[in-house]
């Protein structure tokens, strides 16, 4: 359970910096795929 906890919020992290990153570089986060 500890593990799965963990991971989650690794992934969550992630997920926040990843969204984070694109709205940095552009207008919207999937601009650039659409």
Known sequence: M???TESRRLVEAGNAYMLST???D???PY????
């Open 26 to 28: 552009g207008d919207e």
């Open 2 to 4: 500890g593990k799965f």
């Open 31 to 34: 601009g650039h795929v659409r």
């Open 22 to 24: 694109l709205r940095a």
